[in-house]
């Protein structure tokens, strides 16, 4: 008997079938391979010990929920050809192709252009590569095909890519507040009129996967901590460009030396995709984490200082707050830091870091959330549930400088 699809072995699902044909060659292949080199979640290991999974085991898992919520539509008699189902899959699980180096974290770091647009890059190579069998896969992942709930399933409110990462963060870092009913939700999606609609019997269960997005968010992908670790790497990476602009380029893997000396924008990148691509996907958080152990060895004293801060976890200290802080105690903390500071004037860029985050884990500016009643009634969530406490926008502001300059201070 010919085995009809590839079995993974997942921690969060059990056994996750790919099928052979098309979806198995494109995670065979080198782009997709890629991806077992980029953590999932960036530097979150830095508080959450076991938060060490990749962009590989999401997309896989990403693949095997889109496959259920597939199989779900198809036995309410929502039309869904097998040429559609191949490529709603394929489009799940090329997703995230495009993420560089610990994923958002550098993403306007080493170069300024949105995962999506290289994802979308990477999707238009991998056709070319495939003879032309990716074009539906790229017009739903787009949003152009014409049954717009296809799109939904990938980048939508209940999208699948949603319910896995949210499920998978949750469970590598151990912070079960994020734990959502997905198998419940999926069973509850249906579609009227070509949009994607839940049932009204789930709405609770919607409920509970929208508190547990916004909990996820400030305890764990917001965190003070993996917020500071974060701020430093950009850092890094800016102190590495500084030098390299100024011919004095840090030892680094030859892919990452590409992206130090060029400052690429989205139009250079998709102008020159056949040069700048290749070398994109030669790229992973391998080369960085290479690049941080030379580093502390640098002539350069500010960029062997943030670098080796990073690898032994000597992290800066990061004031979190719901207000904007106020000004003379920004000040004050600048004058302390001026007063430690041994790496010269220009350093003060790189050891005084301001901003803030946002989040609200329920948008009413984007497509919200479809509720069908048992009337047929198809409703808003807005209009549906009490969704107001996941809606609202909450603004986090943040003071981040190291440690050893307010020493015997605070």
């Not at 059990?14 to 979640?41: A, C, S, T």
């Not at 949003?143 to 717009?148: E, I, L, R």
């Not at 460009?241 to 840090?250: C, E, H, V």
């Not at 009337?375 to 400088?401: F, G, H």
């Amino acid at each position: 008997m010919v085995k009809k699809s590839k079995i993974f072995n997942d921690p969060v699902y059990g056994f996750v079938h790919v099928p052979y044909g098309l979806l198995f060659d494109l995670v065979e292949h080198p782009y997709f391979q890629r991806l077992r080199r980029i953590k999932q979640m960036s530097l979150a290991h830095y508080v959450y010990p076991g938060a060490l999974h990749t962009r590989f085991h999401h997309a896989l898992g990403a693949l095997h929920l889109m496959g259920q919520a597939v199989e779900v539509l198809r036995n309410k008699g929502v039309d869904i050809s097998p040429e559609e189902a191949e490529a709603v899959q394929a489009a799940i699980l090329l997703h995230d192709i495009g993420h560089g180096p610990f994923s958002h974290t550098l993403e306007h770091s080493l170069i300024d252009v949105h995962h999506e647009v290289i994802s979308e890059l990477f999707m238009e190579a991998l056709d070319t590569i495939f003879d032309g069998r990716l074009g539906m896969a790229r017009a739903i992942f787009k949003g152009t095909y014409p049954k717009k709930f296809l799109h939904q399933l990938i980048s939508g409110q209940l999208d699948m890519d949603r319910m896995d990462y949210l499920n998978r963060d949750s469970f590598f870092t151990g912070v079960y507040e994020g734990v959502i009913g997905y198998d419940r939700i999926i069973k509850m999606l249906d579609v009227r009129s070509g949009d994607l609609v839940l049932e009204e019997k789930g709405i609770y269960s919607v409920e509970k996967f929208l508190i547990a997005r916004r909990l996820m968010y400030w305890q764990v992908y917001l965190h003070k901590t993996v917020l500071a670790v974060e701020q430093m790497l950009i850092k890094v990476i800016q102190r590495a460009k500084y030098l390299a602009l100024q011919g004095r380029t840090p030892e680094a893997s030859r892919a990452l030396t590409y992206f130090l000396e060029h400052h690429l924008q989205a139009e250079q990148f998709l102008a020159d995709r056949e040069v700048w691509l290749p070398r994109f996907a030669q790229l992973d958080d391998f080369d960085i984490v290479q690049a941080l152990k030379a580093w502390t060895a640098s002539d350069d004293a500010l960029l062997a200082f943030l670098s080796g801060s990073i690898l032994n976890r000597k992290l800066f200290k990061l004031e979190l707050r719901s207000q904007p802080f106020d000004e003379a105690y920004v000040q004050l903390i600048q004058q302390r830091v001026k007063q430690w500071n041994a790496f010269g004037y220009e350093a003060m860029d790189f050891l005084l870091i301001q901003g803030r985050e946002t989040n609200r884990a329920y948008d009413i500016t984007k497509d919200e959330i479809k509720i069908l009643h048992k009337n047929e009634e198809v409703l808003p969530m807005s209009l549906s549930a009490d969704y107001r406490i996941q809606s609202q926008v909450v603004t986090k502001y943040y003071l981040c400088y190291p440690k050893q300059a307010v020493q015997g201070y605070q």
